[in-house]
Nanobody, 126 residues
Framework: QVRLVESGGGLVQAGGSLRVSCAVSGRTFASYAMGWFRQAPEKEREFVAAISYRDGSTYYADSVKGRFTISRNNAKNTVYLQMNSLRPEDTAVYYC???????????????????WGQGTQVTVSS
């Protein structure tokens, strides 16, 4: 079991940038696929991005492709989500999640992630 703690959320104007981070406890971080999800008020949680543990391959939702970048630093047990060209519709609570199996890289389904952080609020003003 791992513990995930997100940070870096906040308020930003449309067109701006923000980076959220997720610190992960546990010695097996390097063997986990990691993902970011978000949930806006009265909406279902949706997949944003994921990164593999094997070769660092990345996967994105169409809505954020070209604007968001997921990365990881295995030495620091941290995964990042760099968000550029932010839009008001990006406003949500952002969650990071860990997947020890790697299934999520194809499925992009939240059920394939076994551990979750508490979330960090990102608000984009118009």
């Amino acid at each position: 079991q791992v513990r995930l703690v997100e940070s870096g959320g906040g308020l930003v104007q449309a067109g701006g940038s923000l980076r959220v981070s997720c610190a992960v406890s546990g010695r097996t971080f390097a063997s986990y696929a990691m993902g970011w999800f978000r949930q806006a008020p009265e909406k279902e949680r949706e997949f944003v991005a994921a990164i593999s543990y094997r070769d660092g391959s990345t996967y994105y939702a169409d809505s954020v492709k070209g604007r968001f970048t997921i990365s990881r630093n295995n030495a620091k047990n941290t995964v990042y989500l760099q968000m550029n060209s932010l839009r008001p519709e990006d406003t949500a609570v952002y969650y990071c999640a860990a997947d020890p199996s790697g299934r999520s890289l194809l499925s992009r389904q939240s059920v394939d992630f076994s551990s979750w952080g508490q979330g960090t609020q990102v608000t984009v003003s118009s």
